[in-house]
């Protein structure tokens, strides 16, 4: 009986990490995202935010009212942000888990993952541009 159980929750245990760890599409994200504010966390901190436009537009910020503006596009199963002020694509790949997104970046050597802490249907707080004397 024991085995019995042991198998079976193996099993589950198996199917949910599949689940967990399938790369949202294209179609997916854009379903999820359009119309939210989604704040992000990495390592227990926020790490920013990014509303998500009509379009496939953005806007993030790091959490200090400045503001990026920029717009998302497929290539193959990763999503990719190119923002006015980066020269070239930042490509994530994106899962869907019980408690929202989870980001994982496809650039980065050390594999930042920043996971989803809050969403909202509010428009982000930007600062307009520093102005000199």
Same mark, same amino acid.
């Given at each position: 009986?024991?085995?019995?159980?042991?198998?079976? #929750?193996?099993?589950?245990?198996?199917? $949910?990490?599949?689940? $967990?760890?399938?790369?949202?599409? $294209? $179609?997916?994200?854009?379903?999820?995202?359009?119309?939210?504010?989604?704040?992000?966390?990495?390592?227990? !901190?926020?790490?920013?935010?990014?509303?998500?436009?009509?379009?496939?537009?953005?806007?993030?910020?790091?959490?200090?009212?400045?503001?990026?503006?920029? !717009?998302?596009?497929?290539?193959?199963?990763?999503? #990719?942000?190119?923002?006015?002020?980066?020269?070239?694509?930042? #490509?994530?790949?994106?899962?869907?888990?019980?408690?929202?997104?989870?980001? !994982?970046?496809?650039?980065?050597?050390?594999?930042?993952?920043?996971?989803?802490?809050?969403?909202?249907?509010?428009?982000?707080?930007?600062?307009?541009?520093?102005?000199?004397?």
């Amino acid at each position: 009986m024991k085995q019995l159980l042991l198998s079976a #929750c193996l099993l589950a245990g198996s199917a $949910a990490a599949q689940t $967990a760890q399938s790369t949202m599409s $294209a $179609a997916e994200f854009e379903a999820y995202t359009t119309g939210k504010t989604l704040f992000f966390a990495a390592d227990g !901190r926020r790490y920013g935010v990014e509303e998500y436009l009509p379009d496939r537009r953005v806007r993030w910020s790091f959490l200090d009212g400045q503001c990026k503006d920029g !717009r998302w596009f497929a290539r193959g199963r990763q999503i #990719c942000f190119v923002y006015d002020d980066t020269p070239g694509p930042q #490509c994530w790949s994106f899962f869907l888990e019980a408690g929202g997104l989870t980001a !994982r970046f496809e650039s980065d050597p050390d594999g930042r993952v920043l996971y989803e802490v809050e969403a909202s249907g509010e428009e982000m707080l930007c600062l307009g541009p520093e102005v000199g004397v």
